[in-house]
């Protein structure tokens, strides 16, 4: 037998053991944070000017230094920039503005209008299809769930905003997101749009409008969900397709004014 005692080498002092610090999660990082999250949820798009630092600390229940603290390192990783005394939602690509059509030129500029959504929306959907996270496709589904035959027009366009903000942001491409938010949301929400669709005189196809893209939409997010690209675009075209005739029609039994 051998005199020589071993050491297993796998063995440890429990004196020499080192763990790392542990980080504290300071309230200025979980403001930061649900900041960040409403940036990319799309609530603050790009170019949208950011709550004041006082609005911010009663709404978060804080002090205004946690805020300014979240608000600096927001600023610092480039996701806010500062314009003289405010802060904005940072962007990177420029601004796109809307302007007013001429009178007499309504069915022109419907035309321009889904011209500009086909070459972004059908891109953004079949992406989606692809790229989209179950949970995305599981958001998708609830929202287009609650899509109602002869549902008021207001709540229409709120879901409707909703609805395809989330498959924007579940294209996966942030570029394409911002430009959605700069060109779609912007023509949407215009008066000119609008103004197709509040006029009293067109009720009855805006009802109809409706009811159909409630159909529409429940066929493209069944096709998001199930991950198939070609029946989403086919859904969102024949959507935008219908939309469009609807309103070209309309408006040919419509003087300038709107009136017939």
């Known amino acids: 037998m051998s005199d020589t005692a071993t050491t297993p080498v796998d063995r440890l002092d429990a004196h020499t ?132 035959r002869g549902m008021p027009l207001a709540d229409f366009r709120s879901l409707e905003q909703a609805f395809h903000g989330a498959i924007a942001r579940a294209c996966g491409n942030p570029l394409l997101l911002e430009l959605y938010g700069k060109v779609l949301a912007r023509l949407f929400r215009s008066d000119d749009f609008a103004s197709l669709l509040l006029a009293d005189a067109n009720q009855i196809e805006v009802d109809k409008i409706v009811n159909r893209a409630v159909r529409h939409h429940r066929m493209i997010a069944r096709a998001v969900a199930g991950a198939d690209p070609a029946a989403a675009v086919e859904a969102g075209t024949r959507h935008l397709d219908a939309v469009e005739r609807s309103m070209i029609d309309r408006g040919s039994g419509f003087d300038a004014d709107g009136s017939r």
């Open 17 to 148: 053991v080192v763990f790392e610090p542990v980080a504290r999660e300071t309230l200025s990082s979980l403001i930061r944070d649900r900041l960040v999250a409403r940036t990319k949820s799309g609530e603050l798009e790009p170019g949208a000017q950011m709550p004041s630092e006082r609005r911010l600390s009663e709404q978060f229940c804080v002090a205004r230094t946690s805020v300014r603290e979240a608000m600096q390192a927001l600023v610092s990783r480039g996701v806010i920039e500062r314009r003289g005394n405010r802060s904005y939602v940072a962007e990177r690509l420029p601004d796109v503005r809307v302007n007013g059509r001429r009178p007499g030129d309504r069915n022109e500029f419907v035309r321009q209008l889904f011209e500009t959504h086909r070459a972004l929306e059908l891109p953004i959907i079949e992406l989606a299809a692809v790229r989209a996270s179950d949970i995305d496709r599981a958001e998708i589904k609830e929202l287009a769930g609650g899509f109602k």
